[in-house]
């Protein structure tokens, strides 16, 4: 008996493979197809082919936060992207211990979502080195990669949530959209770090580490950006903007 000619219209062993490969049951299949149990008398049911939205919805979010490698660079303001995206790999147990595509790089679930976490060891300028062949390889539509880093023009410890943009004058993000050929078409969350006191160098600035009261008014920060993650990569941008810049406005009225 043919094992295939039981799953629907499916006709090839190409088209079960693409059907059955981001399912559950895929390992089931591979196991009756080495023993040479039918479809029909095993516990997978029929698929139907996934329609081209469904399968982009079945691609994973890339989940980027940016910042400088190294010791030197820990805990510094240029590093808060790094800092919220630890936080969401903490809050959902996913390692962060891999090396791969330039960046550390872990790969886990957010509810029933598949997410991609990264960070570029690049150095800030140079991210997009990084983001640029993730998105290639793993085919990612771009509304389905957010950045996260900081910004000089949001008060401290605000945070915004945007659907797309441009650079702003970020040497990071400038280098991603470089290396994404010119589009700006992609989600991001800007973490507010307020501006450098009187005269000093944004360049200087940027380098330079939280203040106990800081790192405490930071904590909440963190909190709301975590949550409004989950509620972005589960398919509600709406409901996560709305989160996460009407918590950042409570914040600083509360400040």
């Known amino acids: ?13 190409v088209a079960v493979w693409h059907c059955c490969f981001h399912s559950q049951a895929f390992p089931l299949y591979m196991r009756n197809m080495r ?9 997978l049911k029929p698929m139907a082919c996934l329609s081209t939205a469904q399968e982009e919805k079945q691609k994973p979010w890339l989940l980027v ?3 400088n490698p190294g010791k030197n660079y820990k805990g510094t303001r240029h590093n808060v992207g790094f800092e919220l995206l630890d936080r ?3 809050e959902e147990g ?6 791969s595509f330039k960046a550390s790089f872990g790969k886990g679930f957010i509810g029933d979502v598949p997410v991609m976490l990264a960070k570029p060891q690049t150095f800030m300028n140079a991210s997009g080195e990084s983001v640029g062949p993730i998105v290639s390889y793993y085919k990612i539509p771009l509304k389905q990669v ?7 023009d949001l008060p401290f410890a605000k945070l915004k949530l945007l659907p797309k943009g441009g650079h702003g004058g970020h040497n990071g993000l400038r280098s991603i959209i470089d290396h994404f050929k010119g589009s700006r078409d ?8 307020g501006q450098p006191p009187g005269k000093m160098d944004p360049a200087s600035f940027v380098l330079r580490a939280f203040t106990v009261k800081e790192r405490e008014e930071l904590e909440c920060t963190f909190q709301n950006g975590v949550e409004g993650v989950k509620m972005l ?13 009407s918590s950042s406005k409570q914040l600083g009225m509360t400040r």
């Open 1 to 13: 008996m043919n094992t295939l000619s039981t799953v629907g219209s499916l006709t090839s062993p």
């Open 35 to 43: 023993k040479g149990i039918s479809l029909r008398h095993s516990k």
């Open 65 to 67: 936060g940016l910042g």
């Open 88 to 90: 969401i790999a903490m």
């Open 94 to 99: 996913i390692s962060m211990n891999t090396v």
């Open 146 to 152: 957010l950045v996260m880093y900081d910004d000089l």
């Open 186 to 193: 992609f989600p991001r969350l800007r973490i507010g770090i």
């Open 233 to 245: 990569v589960q398919g509600n941008f709406d409901r996560s903007a709305t989160f996460i810049n």
